[in-house]
Every structure is written in structure tokens, then in C-alpha cells.
């Protein structure tokens, strides 16, 4: 029973933590368009030409995926369960129009890759990746494909920069305050844009630079700041150049009624997000950001290096000696411990041989004070200086005493004591008459 909850435990964590993992990503739809020419003089013999540039279509959109998914840094899974942090699930393409070229067909196609990835990354810049590696392999697939031909038309991406000067602020914007200032210009520049040509749209927009200059106000003592911005700015156009993307952009936010209303939006948006920042704005000015000149050519030639640069041949010789003293004090402190061990192996050995050594002393000590004990109280009174040595008489099978005077001890020959159990056993029978 205990296995079964746990592998129904993990099971529903398993399925909890796959839910938890779909629930967090985001899914985009990236569109693009693109002018597909086929060439059907080469084609086989009893293949029609729209059969061809069906076939040609399929092939474009299989391999389309799993390429793109292969360049990305990341783009293979952990694990069979998890899924990479950005994938291209699947693609669709479909016929817009025909257009005539010296081409055998042509024909204006418009695909849609969905793409989904972890998080909430802003999907403006997921799609322009994915554009551009979209352009990349469609230039690739050109060079080995000669028969066919592949112009990528719609959308366009380019990128500009821009410079604001706002006065006056009293110090440099925090995190919040630039995302203000983000989301004011993409609020109001981007629609303003987006409203006027349908098919150029800034796509984002973020801060790159900030800098504070002190000026001094209608020359009194009071000081603030002017302060630069510099703003990036990606954005896409149909059948237009970088040239002209950035002419529109500019036209658009250089002009003063569109400054001004983004001055009052910052000024509203920092209101409600409980910011003060924006409040002293009176003027707004756009302009290009000045890029310095090239650096002025070098005087100087010592600095130069007049060989190729070797590598090192400086031995850590500190690291070298704290290895060795290490292992030195390592050594030491086995040896110490070895030989504590083998003197407290010999002191337990020597004990137990002056224990036994003792205790056999103090056996005969006691044995000999016996009998000299024996011998003395015997001169005095014969009946009470008796002793019986207990012993085993194999012939009786049990035990018998021997009386330690006249009648029980004889001495041998060679000074031993005997015990003549015979004499003993008959007088115990004359003692029992």
C-alpha cells in the first residue's frame, strides 16, 4: 500500500510539474512572406508544374523547423520530458498570388511558424530572431538549390537610434523611470507610426544611454540637469531600406506637436505610478546622436608589440609550497599516529604479563606462608595444624583427604610429598566401627 501512494505521489507531481511547465510558456505566431520561383525546364517527364511547386513548397516547410531548431544555442531538450527553452513547433504555408517573372512559376507565399519559449520574454524580439534566421536560410537554401529560387519580401528588419534632451530633471532615471520613458515612447511614436504607414511598425524600443549636464535656472541659483537619452529602436517595413525605415521614424518623432504629446504622457504615466521624475519637463528635443570622429592616428609606436606575445613560463612556486607543506604535515601526523598506537599496543601487552607475573607471586607467597604457617601452629597443637589437599583418585573416582602429618605424608626420594589413599580410606572405616 505504501508503494502505491508513492508511485501515484510522484505521478501526479509528474503530471503537476509537466502543467506547471506548458502553463509558463508563451506561444507566438511569426509571419513572413516570400517569392518562390520554380524553373520546371529540368523537371522530370510526367510531373505537371504546380505538382512541382507543391513538392518544392513541402520540402521548404520540412526542413525549415529542424534547422532553425538546430542553430539555436539551445536548442535541444534536456531530457525526452522537457522541452527546449525556445522551439519551432510548426509551420503553415499558404498561396497568396501569382506574379509573373521569366520563371516557369511563380507564385507569392505566405508562411507562419508558431514559436513557443519559457517565460515572458517580449515576443518582438523572439520574432526578429526568428526572421532573421529565416532570411539566413532561405539565402542557403538558394545557393543549393539552383532550380528554384527563394525572395524573401515581407517583413523588412531594421533598427534606428535616436536622441532625446529633456530639461529639466534633478538626477539620472532609476529602472523605473526608463521604463516609463520605454513604454511612453512605444505608446505614443509606434501608434503614431503604425497609423500612418500600415506596413512599418516599431516592434521595440529600449534605453542604451543616459548622461547629466548641470545647468543653472534663469540664472538664479537654483541647479538642475539636462539630461540626454539615447534610445534603440527595431522596427519592420514592406519593400523598404534601412534608409527608409529610419526617414519615416524620424519624420514622425522629430515632429513638435508628437513631442509634446509624449512630454504630457510622460508626465501622466509618471503620475500614476507614483513618480515625481517627469514633473519638471518644459521642453523635449529630438536630434541623431552625435558619433565621435576616428580616433586620431597613433604618435606613439612604443606601444606596439614589436614580437608576438609568449605565453608565461612563471611556475606557481607559492602553490608548489603549500603543496609540500601539506603533504608534510600530513606525514607527520600519520607517523605520530602510528606510533602512539604502537605504544599503547605494547603498555597493554606489558600489563597483562605484569598481572599474571603478580599474581603467580602472590600464589606461592601464599603457599609458602602456609606451610610455614603449617609447620609452626603443628609444633604447638598436632590436632588443629591439619590440612587436606582435595584431589582425584582415579582409582576411587572421588575425592579424599590426606592428613598432613605422621601418618598421611611420605617423602620420596627426590623430596616430593605422596598421599597414601589406601591408609587413609582404612582408617576413615576403623573411625565409622
Known amino acids: ?16 510539474s509537466f502543467v506547471s511547465g506548458q502553463e509558463n510558456r508563451t506561444y507566438i505566431s511569426v509571419e513572413y512572406e516570400y517569392r518562390l520561383e520554380v524553373n520546371t525546364s529540368s523537371s522530370q517527364f510526367g510531373i505537371s508544374a504546380e505538382d512541382e511547386l507543391t513538392s518544392w513548397v513541402s520540402n521548404i516547410d520540412m526542413n525549415i523547423v529542424p534547422t532553425l531548431q538546430k ?14 527553452n525556445v522551439k519551432f513547433e510548426s509551420i503553415d504555408t499558404q498561396t497568396m498570388n501569382q506574379c509573373y517573372t521569366k520563371s516557369d512559376l511563380c507564385r507569392w507565399m505566405k508562411s507562419t511558424i508558431l514559436v513557443s519559449y519559457v517565460g515572458d520574454k517580449p515576443g518582438d524580439s523572439v520574432q526578429r530572431v526568428a526572421l532573421r534566421m529565416v532570411m539566413e536560410y532561405m539565402k542557403r537554401f538558394n545557393a543549393e538549390n539552383p532550380s528554384v529560387r527563394i525572395d524573401y519580401s515581407y517583413p523588412m528588419i531594421f533598427s534606428g537610434m535616436g536622441q532625446f534632451t529633456m530639461r529639466y530633471v534633478q538626477r539620472g532615471m532609476n529602472d523605473a523611470e526608463i521604463e516609463i520613458f520605454e513604454n511612453a515612447f512605444h505608446d505614443v511614436f509606434a501608434a503614431i507610426i503604425e497609423a500612418l504607414d500600415g506596413d ?63 512630454r504630457v504622457h510622460l508626465i501622466e504615466q509618471g503620475f500614476e505610478l507614483n513618480s515625481s521624475y517627469f514633473d519638471g519637463l518644459v521642453d523635449i528635443t529630438y536630434s541623431q546622436p552625435e558619433y565621435p570622429d576616428d580616433l586620431p592616428p597613433i604618435e606613439d609606436e612604443s606601444i606596439y608589440d614589436s614580437e608576438a606575445s609568449q605565453p608565461s613560463t612563471k611556475y606557481p612556486w607559492l602553490l608548489f609550497l603549500f603543496i609540500g607543506v601539506a603533504t608534510a604535515v600530513i606525514f607527520i601526523g600519520l607517523r605520530l599516529v602510528c606510533s602512539v598506537r604502537r605504544e599503547s599496543t605494547k603498555e597493554v601487552f606489558s600489563t597483562d604479563d605484569e598481572d599474571s607475573y603478580s599474581y603467580s607471586e602472590e600464589q606461592s607467597d601464599q603457599s609458602d606462608g602456609s606451610s610455614r604457617d603449617g609447620t609452626s601452629r603443628d609444633s604447638e597443637d598436632p590436632e588443629e595444624n591439619t590440612f587436606t589437599i582435595v584431589g582425584y583418585d582415579e582409582n576411587y573416582g572421588g575425592t579424599e583427604s590426606c592428613a598432613d602429618e605422621t601418618d598421611a605424608e611420605e617423602e620420596t626420594a627426590d623430596g616430593s610429598q605422596s598421599c597414601d589413599y589406601e591408609t587413609q580410606a582404612d582408617e576413615k572405616m576403623d573411625e565409622g566401627r
Open 1 to 16: 500500500t505504501t508503494t502505491f501512494l508513492f508511485l501515484v505521489a510522484a505521478l501526479l507531481l509528474g503530471a503537476l
Open 71 to 84: 542553430q539555436l544555442p539551445n536548442g535541444k531538450a534536456k531530457s525526452e520530458d522537457e522541452l527546449p
Open 200 to 262: 512599418t511598425e516599431i516592434t521595440e524600443s529600449f534605453l542604451v544611454y543616459q548622461a547629466l549636464e548641470e545647468q543653472k535656472v534663469d540664472q538664479e541659483d537654483v541647479v538642475a540637469y539636462v539630461s540626454t537619452v539615447n534610445m534603440k529602436y527595431h522596427g519592420m517595413c514592406r519593400y523598404c531600406s534601412k534608409s527608409d525605415f529610419t526617414d519615416v521614424v524620424n519624420g514622425v518623432i522629430e515632429d513638435a506637436t508628437t513631442l509634446n504629446a509624449f
